[in-house]
């Protein structure tokens, strides 16, 4: 059995991360974080699904004896794909989640220690 693969999942979190960037709002709502998920997970479903029948089949054209075949542990294609689905939902999911909770606690910081100070407030350089 091929390991489950994360390849999508950082895929599209790159995506989701580059329009965030883009759109020049650290938000996202929680439909767009789930949709992303839900994205990255049947993509990753549809990429273990290919890459579990293309390791059946090199398997089944191997000649081998009955011990090394007796070694595999057999894994059903269907744990497989839901387990790849699982994978990469969580992937995205904690990746964007834990990015957005920085983003507000940074704001947040930054706003403490930098108060806007009004124009006749602002320090002026004076030469010494």
Do not use: C
């Not at 091929?2 to 759109?23: A, E, M, N, R, T």
């Not at 089949?57 to 075949?69: H, K, L, P």
């Not at 930054?110 to 002026?124: D, H, I, V």
């Amino acid at each position: 059995m091929p390991q489950i693969p994360i390849i999508v999942s950082l895929i599209v979190v790159g995506l989701v991360v580059g329009s965030i960037v883009k759109s020049k709002s650290p938000r996202i709502s929680k439909k767009k974080l789930a949709s992303a998920s839900l994205v990255a997970g049947l993509l990753n479903s549809i990429h273990a699904y290919l890459l579990y029948s293309l390791a059946s089949a090199q398997t089944a054209t191997r000649v081998t004896d009955a011990r090394s075949t007796a070694s595999l542990a057999p894994t059903s294609e269907w744990a497989f794909v839901a387990a790849s689905f699982l994978a990469a939902f969580l992937i995205v999911l904690l990746v964007l989640g834990i990015a957005l909770a920085y983003v507000r606690i940074r704001r947040g910081e930054e706003l403490e220690e930098f108060p806007e100070q009004a124009s006749e407030e602002e320090p002026t350089l004076t030469p010494s």
